[in-house]
Structure formats: structure tokens, C-alpha cells
């Protein structure tokens, strides 16, 4: 169950949720709340109201708004971390790697959620303590993908670094491009049509020799 479904479940007023409950639920009115508005048109009367408690409830969980928004960031960029990694481990076809890995930014892009906007397009990126979590995983799951590139490949760090920075980048700029512009293309084609360019260009790297010949895996 999400964050925001447990918040539905839980909404009532005088319903005593364990702990972990009871934070979950504010976190997902809380996600509910900022993606609405912003982080500064937000209060934390309106997450409040949203969750159904009383604000001193609220207090009791997170010592402010700040708190608040940054436990939810690293929910989130979690999230995204998992997604990115789970696809990278999901095949060792290179090519269905990279269109899983793509389809991971898509997927998170289109969480009906909206958490997205909180890591790629928060209106709170001047505040260190964000500003740092958003940097930390887009290099988080740059380095994962830059792994199965040096790996595969034999690049050296710094090159498949940005090479990863590169694919990882282009994912999810054009994954809330497609979400924004409300695109007629279905996912999974627009899927496709970005891993065949990318594919164009990351297949023209030599795999890494296996027992004295070329593996052709991915190719």
C-alpha cells in the first residue's frame, strides 16, 4: 500500500494508528499537500487537515515543515534508487537493460503520486539540505548504471560515469516531457523510441572479451 493510500485508509479523526502507521499517514498527506502546492504554499495546518489529525499529532511525528519535506524527499529518492537498480539487475541482455532502466524513470515519472515533482522539480532546491539528497541520488543511480557500463564494457571510471550521467539524465528529462506535454505516445513506445537512440550510441562500445572472444550479449 502507498503512502497516499494509507493516508485514505487512515484519514478519519480519533483513529489510533500504531506509530509507523500513523507516520506513514502523514506522509502521505504530506506528498499529497506539497505536490498540490509547493513547499512554501504549503502549512502545515493543510497537512494536518489532509491527514485528518490535529497539528500538535503532526508536531509529535516531525518538528516542522522542513523535517516534514525532507522525510518525504528521502522516501522518495529511495524509491527512485530501488527502481533504477532493480532494472539494472532485471536482465543481462544490455540492450533490454537499458530499455528497463529508462522504463524505471518512466515509471516513476508516471506514479500517479506525483512524488516526482519533489525530487526533480521542487520549488525548495536553493536549501542545502535538499538541494543535497536531489544531487546524491541522481549520482547515486548514476554510479549504478555507470558500474554495468565499466564492467561491460571496460571504459574507465570517468568515462562511464558520464556516459551514465548522460543516459540517466536524458530518462528523466524526457520521461516529464512526456508526462507534461500529456504525449499521445504510449509508454512503453516512448520507451523504445528512446532506448533505440540510445542503444545506437552505447552499443557502438566493445564489450569487455569472454573466455578470448567478444561476447555479442545486448548486440
Known sequence: ?????????????????????????LLGAAQEVFVAQGYHSAAMDDIAERAGVSKP????????KLELYLALLDQHCESLLLAVRTALASTTDNKLRVAATMDAYFAYVEDEGGAFRLVFESDLTNEPAVRERVDRVSLQCAEAISDVIAE?????????????????????????????????????????LLTSLAWRGIAGFPLHPVDGQLSAEGH
Open 152 to 192: 561491460d564494457t571496460g571504459l574507465s571510471k570517468d568515462e562511464s560515469m558520464l556516459l551514465a550521467v548522460a543516459l540517466g539524465g536524458v530518462s528523466q528529462v524526457v520521461a516529464r516531457y512526456w508526462l507534461s506535454s500529456g504525449s499521445a505516445i504510449p509508454r512503453d513506445k516512448a520507451v523504445g
Open 57 to 64: 499529532v503532526l508536531y509529535q511525528h516531525f518538528p516542522g
Open 1 to 25: 500500500m502507498s503512502a497516499i493510500e494509507q493516508t485514505e485508509a487512515a484519514r478519519p479523526r480519533g483513529t489510533r494508528l500504531p506509530r509507523r502507521a500513523r507516520r506513514n499517514q
